[in-house]
């Protein structure tokens, strides 16, 4: 089930945003997800693979934040999710890229 859920995140990205050319869009991975679907994964087993799946798919941006400041079991679940993320950093030369935990694909940082 999780490896179907992550297979239609990735076929559903987000489109591109005027606000971000030539960037990924920070809600990359969430644009086909609902709160219902965080605060249902929610209710399966710690350690569950949908619920790290959906975590990992909230790491970018900040859909999901007031379902992070109300759902404990989802703070865990996404707390887990960033500490991956951050660990995947890396700084050569001038670039700083992530590896997305959805796609393991390396992207860029792109500063504000």
Same mark, same amino acid.
């Given at each position: 089930m999780a490896e179907r859920i992550? #297979? @239609? @995140?990735?076929?559903n990205p987000a489109p591109e945003d005027p606000e971000w050319p030539g960037w990924r869009v920070p809600y990359?991975?969430? *644009?086909c997800?609902?709160?219902?679907?965080i605060t =249902? #994964?929610?209710a399966l087993p710690q350690g569950h693979p949908v $619920? &790290? @799946?959906l975590a990992a798919a909230t790491v970018e941006g900040y859909k999901f934040e007031r379902e992070a =400041? $109300?759902?404990p079991e989802f703070a865990v679940n996404l707390l887990k999710a960033v500490r991956a993320t951050i660990e995947s950093i890396t700084i050569e030369f001038n670039a700083t890229t992530f590896e997305d935990?959805? =796609?393991r694909? $390396? *992207? &860029?940082?792109k500063g504000i």
């Open positions: 992550k #297979a @239609i @995140i990735l076929a990359t991975n969430t *644009f997800l609902t709160s219902q679907h =249902s #994964a929610c $619920r &790290g @799946i =400041s $109300r759902v935990p959805i =796609s694909l $390396r *992207f &860029g940082l």
